[in-house]
């Protein structure tokens, strides 16, 4: 093998461990490097040219003060449970009855939004600001208690109707409704009785008071995300702080204008809540920074509204507050007309992989119903994919395998003349018809795979919680047994994952993973270099601790990735007359190599 395909062979690897170990041990050795709110693409936001400065509602800044105790509408659907404050009609408690914060028996449901003056406030609130000829005490605002004008709790088929009226013959009604999943559709009216036109506006906010806790995971995109007029922009909550001042109030903010379709909101990791205007018609999505109250707020702000007297204008807003999971964001996209939707999920740069790839492992968990089972069948049409271009790696390999022998026998004939060996090897190799960088097509075509599928068990909630078999009870948490208790047979516990401890003492999957890179490595030819010798033999141990705190999916990916490129190979390798000798030559793999033993 000349220098060349050796360099080549070698940078591929040391590429991928130093991705790979920068991935496991950077969070953990250089924390002050991955702070969660600076893990997001980073698209930037830019203000429109022609977005009004001065749309901005008043009293639009959400207040730190706790609001008075007030009665509440009570909301109950399969998958949300909660209350909404009839003073200002705040959403701000709401909980998500089918996900819980761990595993463990017992353990609360995911709470999303809350009031403030508990925990983290993050609550949402609709409204009208007022325009000329209006003052605030004329529209219904965060403060104002809305009475119920028809219906009771809040459930699916079951909107409820609030109302409320001002001295000036303006009548407010908003009717809030709710599906069987995470959609709330907020229709506010307003008619005049009046004698004078009203002018006024419509808002909606999603408000976050300080940082929520986030996830300290590197390719999670967590803060401010949005559509405007067909381009996805994602912001992290590092960067609101440093937003261009362009609101009327003064605060760090960016004032965009769309003119057909978008939404906005704030996205967690498996979390969001995201206002959607009415599709087709203009309005202005506004990004804002409250300094001092650390107070995040996405907005949607409708244009300037007249209502003549005798005249009602009505408006619509929907608010997507639960899970990320596919399925419901698909139909929200393609079925209720939200474009772009699909993309609130994180599906990162490799999206032409990552989305493929999750549809094909959602589609399998649907026929199998174990989601460790899909992640092996996915695997399995993965291999079947490649086989055709991998097929030609494997006989380059095997007929490599063939050749170890003439090989050796340039060596001697060689000597010290490395040159004179370069020559003779790259003579060999074309009389044989012999490609040694075939060997390296495996690793460059399963280094986007593994990548793209390390982001969708990441990022996709359907991986969350999801048990496998035995002791697997998380596919998206690292395997939980370890040989510190000797894999639970010791009273006491393994380590905390993503600690030190916990990736010296590696658990069953880990260990599973290293015996199945080591099998396959003994079909591979043996680099000519004896350092080179030594770094591949160690390479199936580095990668058995560098990969035992990743997602047990993945790990379950890699083993049956491992396990059927063995086969392939072994099969292959036998079919071209090489039988391979696996177990013959065990120690010989660890032994130090002839040209460096001191004599």
Known sequence: ???????????????????????????????????????????????????????????????????????????????????????????DDLSLKTYHETIEPGSPTVKLLSPVGQGTPYYAVFGWAPGVGL????????????????????????????????????????????DDDYMFTVTDSVENSGTVAANLYSYGIVARHGLPKLQNIYVVHEGLVRRTDG???????????SLAVNDNEGYPAEVTAAATDGWIGFTDHYWMTTLIPEQGKPYTAVAKFVPGSDIYQAEVRQPLMTVAPGAKVETSTRMFAGAKEWEAIRDYQDKAGIPGFIDSIDWGWFFFLT????????????????????????????KLLVLPLAYKSYVSMARMKELQPEMEVLKERAGDDKQKLQKDMM??????????????????????????????????????????FGWIRDLSAPDSSSIFN??????????????????????????????TMWLQQKLNPAPADPIQQQLFAWMPFVFMFM??????????????NNTITFTQQYLIMRSHGHKPDIFGNIKSGFKKPAAVVKK
């Open 427 to 468: 003579a060999l190799y074309k009389e044989r018809k012999v490609n040694p960088a075939a060997g390296c097509l495996p690793i460059f075509i399963q280094i986007p795979i593994f990548f793209s599928l390390y982001k969708v068990i990441f990022v996709t909630i359907e991986l969350r919680q999801s048990p496998f």
């Open 486 to 515: 000797l894999f639970g047979l010791l009273p006491w516990s393994a380590p905390e994952p993503h600690t030190l401890l916990a990736t010296i003492f590696i658990g069953v999957l880990p260990i599973l993973l290293g015996i």
């Open 1 to 91: 093998m000349d220098d060349q395909n050796k360099n080549l062979i070698l940078a591929t690897v040391l590429s991928f461990l130093v991705i790979l170990g920068w991935f496991v041990a950077g969070p953990m050795l250089f924390p002050q490097w991955f702070p969660a709110e600076t893990q997001a693409t980073d698209a930037p936001l830019t203000a429109a040219p022609d977005a009004p400065a001065a749309t901005a509602p008043a009293g639009s800044v959400a207040s730190t003060e706790p609001l008075p105790e007030a009665p509440r509408l009570t909301i109950d659907t399969p998958k949300l449970a909660g209350s909404i404050s009839m003073l200002g009609g705040r959403f």
């Open 547 to 560: 990969l035992g705190g990743f997602a047990s999916g993945l790990v379950i990916y890699w083993i049956t």
């Open 355 to 382: 989305k493929p790839i999750f549809f094909v492992l959602h589609w399998l968990h649907g026929l199998i119903g174990n989601m460790g089972l899909a992640i092996i069948g996915l695997t399995f049409i993965l």
């Open 231 to 241: 381009s996805l922009e994602e912001l992290k909550y590092s960067k609101f702080a």
């Open 135 to 178: 003052t605030v005490d004329d529209v219904p605002g965060a403060k104002t208690e809305w009475q119920i004008a028809s219906g009771g709790t809040l459930s699916p088929g079951k909107p409820v109707t609030l109302h409320w009226e001002n001295a000036k013959g303006l009548k407010f009604l908003r009717t809030i409704a709710v």
